[in-house]
């Protein structure tokens, strides 16, 4: 079993950035592909990024171009850097994990563990 803590949202204007972590612990971190996902008053919860075991990246074409996954397998922590916020982006964001993915998913039941969330608020 993995733990998995978000932290680092908060309220910005659009065109701010805001970095995500989400740390982890528990097993051997580099085991798990960990994914973001956000979710918005009214909405389903929604993929946003994955980093494979091995650094791949994924991402929502509503986010490419403009969101960097990152993972640091020493700290056993994956970042999300956000930049040119839009207020379309505000949500609760979690990260997730799975372990011993062959590829990566972007539904929710895809994966194991995740953590409580972080509010994402970001004003016109």
């Known amino acids: 079993q993995v733990q998995l803590v978000e932290s680092g949202g908060g309220l910005v204007q659009a065109g701010g950035s805001l970095r995500l972590s989400c740390a982890a612990s528990g097993r051997t971190f580099s085991n798990y592909l960990i994914g973001w996902f956000r979710q918005a008053p009214g909405k389903e919860r929604e993929f946003v990024a994955a980093v494979s075991r091995g650094g791949s990246t994924y991402y929502a074409d509503s986010v490419k171009g403009r969101f960097t996954i990152s993972r640091d397998n020493a700290k056993a922590t994956v970042y999300l850097q956000m930049n040119s916020l839009k207020p379309e982006d505000t949500a609760v964001y979690y990260c997730?994990?799975?372990?011993?993915?062959?590829?990566?998913?972007?539904?929710?039941?895809?994966?194991?563990?995740w953590g409580q969330g972080t509010q994402v608020t970001v004003s016109s």
């Open positions: 997730a994990s799975k372990l011993f993915a062959l590829g990566y998913g972007t539904t929710p039941n895809y994966y194991d563990y």
